[in-house]
């Protein structure tokens, strides 16, 4: 019998193959399934003998133990997905999963930030930093992060190559391995033009002093991937934040790309034209950001509106 931890090893392999999923989730489905793996064997089961009670018992069990519904939904997708590849592969001949209902994702609505907190963000990136390059290297990190609503991976692990010549757009690579066009505002493509110069200039003065490589990337590391790490922008967002005079707690990379999605939606953007920029592969998963709109502008009338007003004597 074909051990469950090949099973998984299969099924990543073929999902990286065939879906070009990325490498967080191939993790995230390694986890997933390994613990339902384990749980399974603790029952003298496997993949190949689960049945449909079974994997409900699972989900149940994951609820008993305290698991957040998103995590609860995001196992019961791992499985189905592994058990459709089963079944197309042939080592199962039905899906046992094919049934069963999730408890599906919550509805919060995305946290964001005002445009005075992402201003203030900005003038922080400006200021902030030991040296002119320091500085110019946060404008940039900041200035499009916020222009363009990348994620943080394809924001440290952009080519240097996408942002020669002054463009007007720039070409992302995204989830799955998937290109998409997002266009630059002029302090974005300002700042751009800034670290760019002082970049190469470090670059060459390393290349004479040490005969460095030059790295092929716009923000490089010294690290393994060669680029800066989405963990070292992480602690340097927050640090920002504090000399921005917000709370930590509410800044992050993807904060900043709601903010993005919001402030553009509420100025009157397309959803489409957000939906392409942000990547995203379904347009269900940006209309959320028109209840972040919804929100506001129902405090806004509740504020404002007299006769919203308790006293309207």
Same mark, same amino acid.
């Given at each position: 019998?074909?051990?469950?931890?090949?099973?998984?090893?299969?099924?990543?392999?073929?999902?990286?193959?065939?879906?070009?999923?990325?490498?967080?989730?191939?993790?995230?489905?390694?986890?997933?399934?390994?613990?339902?793996?384990?749980?399974?064997?603790?029952?003298?089961? &496997?993949?190949?003998?689960?049945?449909?009670?079974?994997?409900?018992?699972?989900?149940?069990?994951?609820?008993?133990?305290?698991?957040?519904?998103?995590?609860?939904?995001?196992?019961?997708?791992?499985?189905?997905?592994?058990?459709?590849?089963?079944?197309?592969?042939?080592?199962?001949?039905?899906?046992?999963?094919?049934?069963?209902?999730?408890?599906?994702?919550?509805?919060?609505?995305?946290?964001?930030?005002?445009?005075?907190?992402?201003?203030?963000?900005?003038?922080?990136?400006?200021?902030?930093?030991?040296?002119?390059?320091?500085?110019?290297?946060?404008?940039?990190?900041?200035?499009?992060?916020?222009?363009?609503?990348?994620?943080?991976?394809?924001?440290?692990?952009?080519?240097?190559?996408?942002?020669?010549?002054?463009?007007?757009?720039?070409?992302?690579?995204?989830?799955?391995?998937? $290109?998409?066009?997002?266009?630059? &505002?002029?302090?974005?493509?300002?700042?751009?033009?800034?670290?760019?110069?002082?970049?190469?200039?470090?670059?060459?003065?390393?290349?004479?002093?040490?005969?460095?490589?030059? &790295?092929?990337?716009?923000?490089?590391?010294?690290?393994?991937?060669?680029?800066?790490?989405?963990?070292?922008?992480?602690?340097?967002?927050?640090?920002?934040?504090?000399?921005?005079?917000?709370?930590?707690?509410?800044?992050?990379?993807?904060?900043?790309?709601?903010?993005?999605?919001?402030?553009?939606?509420?100025?009157?953007?397309?959803?489409?034209?957000?939906?392409?920029?942000?990547?995203?592969?379904?347009? &269900?998963?940006?209309?959320?950001?028109?209840?972040?709109?919804?929100?506001?502008?129902?405090?806004?009338?509740?504020?404002?509106?007299?006769?919203?007003?308790? $006293?309207?004597?």
């Amino acid at each position: 019998m074909t051990p469950d931890r090949d099973r998984i090893s299969a099924f990543l392999e073929a999902s990286a193959a065939e879906a070009g999923a990325a490498r967080n989730t191939l993790l995230a489905y390694g986890r997933d399934l390994g613990d339902f793996s384990g749980w399974l064997a603790a029952r003298g089961l &496997s993949f190949a003998s689960a049945s449909q009670g079974d994997i409900e018992t699972y989900l149940v069990a994951c609820e008993a133990v305290g698991l957040a519904r998103a995590t609860r939904a995001r196992r019961l997708s791992a499985i189905r997905q592994l058990y459709r590849f089963a079944y197309d592969d042939g080592w199962r001949g039905d899906n046992p999963s094919l049934r069963l209902h999730g408890p599906g994702r919550g509805k919060a609505l995305p946290k964001t930030l005002s445009l005075p907190e992402v201003e203030a963000l900005l003038a922080a990136a400006r200021a902030q930093g030991r040296t002119e390059t320091d500085r110019a290297r946060n404008t940039c990190l900041m200035e499009l992060l916020y222009a363009t609503g990348m994620r943080v991976s394809e924001l440290v692990g952009l080519p240097v190559a996408a942002a020669r010549g002054d463009p007007r757009m720039l070409l992302i690579r995204g989830k799955g391995g998937k $290109d998409r066009m997002v266009p630059l &505002s002029p302090p974005a493509r300002t700042a751009l033009a800034a670290w760019l110069a002082l970049r190469d200039a470090e670059e060459e003065r390393a290349r004479i002093a040490r005969k460095a490589a030059p &790295s092929r990337f716009l923000f490089p590391g010294s690290g393994a991937t060669g680029h800066l790490t989405r963990q070292q922008f992480f602690l340097q967002l927050k640090a920002l934040a504090v000399a921005a005079g917000i709370a930590p707690a509410r800044v992050s990379p993807h904060v900043l790309r709601h903010a993005f999605a919001s402030h553009l939606l509420a100025g009157g953007a397309d959803l489409r034209a957000i939906q392409m920029m942000l990547g995203h592969a379904d347009l &269900s998963t940006t209309e959320i950001y028109t209840h972040v709109l919804d929100a506001r502008l129902r405090d806004l009338v509740l504020d404002h509106h007299p006769l919203a007003r308790k $006293d309207t004597r």
